[in-house]
Every structure is written in C-alpha cells, then in structure tokens.
C-alpha cells in the first residue's frame, strides 16, 4: 500500500498567549506527558527562578535543578543529576542557554522534554538542536523536538527588550535561508523538502510583514508562533537548512573571529540576511527587510553593533569556512575582499537612501 501521508515531528501541545503559564500544570498532566507528576525542572538562577516561587505549590512532584551556565559539561551533569529520578518528563524554564541544556539532558536519558522559554532570543526554543559552548568554542547536538511548547506572553514582556529584537531577527533570516536553499538546489541539484521551506518562509514572512512593534501582544503572538514554527521546519527536513544560510555563516563568522565583541545571535543573522539579499540582486527586498529591522531596532550595518567595515568584510569572506558543505550565495560567488568592499559600499549606500 503506498504511504499517503507522513508523520511531522512536533510537539504534542503549543501554548502561545497571555498567562500560559497558569495552566502549566494542566499542561503536564496531559497523560502523553506525564502519568505520575514526577518532573525534572531545570531553571537557571535568573529568570527561570524567579518564577519557581509562582509555579512550584502547583507542581508538587517536581524536582527542581539549577543550571549555572550553557556549556556542554552543564548538560552532562545536569543529565546525570536527573538520571536516578525516575522521572516522566524533563522541563527546561528560562532562556535558551537553559532550554538548551534541558534538551540535551532530556535526550542523554531519554526522557521527553517541556520548553518554557522566558524569552524568544531565537528559533531554538523548538528546534531539534541543542547549542551548547564546549572546550572548542560552541557545537551543535542533535536532540529531539520538545513534546510540549509553552510561552506566557506576559512573561516574555517582562524580559529584556534587546532579546525580542533578537528573536525578530532569526524569524526574518529565513527568508534569506530559503533563497540560499533554492540556489543550491539550482547549481547542485540539492533536495529541497518543499514543506520545511514552506513553513519557514511564511514563518519569517509573518514576522517580516506584519505591522506592530515590540510593545504590541497581536505582533509577539505572531514572532512567537514563527519561532516555533521555524524549529518544526528543521525537524522536518531534518537538519537546520530552512533557517540557516549565509545569514547564519556570517553570525558564525562574527562569533568565531569576534568572540568577545559579538552582538547577539539575531542581531548578526538579520543583518547577514539583509546583506545576503542584496548580494544575490534582489535589491528591494534587502532594503526592504532593512526598513523592518530598523524599525524594530535591530542594526542592518556593522558600524551599528561596534564594527569597522574592514572587520565585516573580514566577516563576510571568513563566514563560507563556518559551514564547509553549505551551499550559499557566498559560496556562489566566491568573492574576494576587494569585491566585498565594493559590494558592501553599494549596500550601504542603497539601504541608507
């Protein structure tokens, strides 16, 4: 018999408004979750623990767990912290360093893992990656998709602003990551998963394209939503394609040769996309995407997070090392340093008039 349909990993629950988190716990009662309410919570000491007095009287049979960082070794013992516990399901609680350990945690053991993001830096809240600093710089681990998303729009408005702003800018990348995935499939006849791009793009186009702001619940519904659906996008095709090109290269590039001065990793994703657009001619929508950012406060030029033009175009010409296989505009074009230069002079002069 042939096979009609196929299974989409994604979570089982995505609980995206205003006071979610009140009914967390009905949330892990869900049977496909938890039979027992035996949790495993890790939180870090800043945002997750301030809302541990809140939620704990309703999670009797939780334990809970401090994470202090997001380094690889934090998992490790975090995973063998929670291995004796017997426990139903893992819940990470705060950012995405403590999102991302708790994945990879959860996957260590086995157990389904409950994302309760306090912030939407980035897409990783419900992706099949965990981004963890080990003792050579950063790596990124394979882990299944959360069973169950949870994100109180109250709580995120309480965060740091500069942490939307980033997450703005990983949605609106992927509207440059889908045209680098084209261009592959173009040149080197690579496979595009036609509904992974599918839900990517409108991810980034809703983000993109809607009229509100920061301040605005109707605008972080929808940068809420996107970043969910970017992570289910990457689950389907299977690895990160629908949201990283060279946008993503050149925030790697800012990482690895600027460790100390990087901005954050939104930041650098939407100005790599605003910039990668105008690379591959479509001029109007990179300035576009550039009006966008700006209005929300995201920088569309490097002198507008502390770097020179020489270290962007420094930038530019490392980033094609960040992901060797990836197939990107700046693979294509292979550019050498005097091009970038002028290249960028013509981009900065184009979004600025």
Known sequence: MPVLTRLIPSPVVVDIRAGALDDLASVLSDQRI??????????????????????????????????????LDDAIRLAGAIKAGHYDAVVGLGGGKIIDCAKFAAARVGLPLVAVPTNLAHDGLCSPVATL????????????????????????????????????????????AIADW??????????????????????????????????????????????????????????????????HEIN????????????????????????AMYLRGAHEESAYMAEVL???????????????????????????????GRYTILEHLDLKTNQIKDIYSDYAKAISS
């Open 34 to 71: 938890s039979h027992s309410g035996k949790l495993a919570v890790a939180v870090s000491n800043g945002s997750g623990a301030k809302l541990r007095e809140r939620i704990a009287p309703a999670l009797p049979g939780a334990t809970w767990y401090e994470v202090g960082g997001g380094t």
């Open 133 to 176: 600093d080990n003792d050579a710089g950063r790596g990124s681990y394979g882990v299944p998709n959360p069973i169950a998303v949870v994100i109180d729009l109250d709580v995120i408005r309480e965060a740091p602003v500069r942490f939307v702003r980033s997450g703005i800018g990983d949605a609106v990348s992927n509207i440059s």
């Open 182 to 247: 084209e261009l592959a499939h173009r040149v080197n006849g690579e496979k595009i998963d036609g509904l992974a791009a599918a839900m990517a793009r409108q991810a980034g186009e809703a983000v993109l394209r809607h009229p509100g702001g920061i301040g605005d619940n109707d605008f972080l519904q929808v940068l809420a939503e996107a970043l969910v659906l970017s992570g289910i996008a990457m689950s389907v095709s299977g690895d990160s394609r629908p949201s990283s090109g060279a946008c």
């Open 252 to 275: 790697h590039a800012f990482d690895l040769l600027f460790p100390k001065r990087a901005a954050s990793h939104g930041e650098q994703c939407g100005l790599g996309a605003a910039f």
């Open 294 to 324: 700006h209005r929300h406060g995201l920088p569309v030029l490097p002198e507008e997070i502390g770097f020179t033009v020489d270290e962007f175009v420094q930038v530019v010409e490392f980033a094609p090392q960040t992901r060797p």
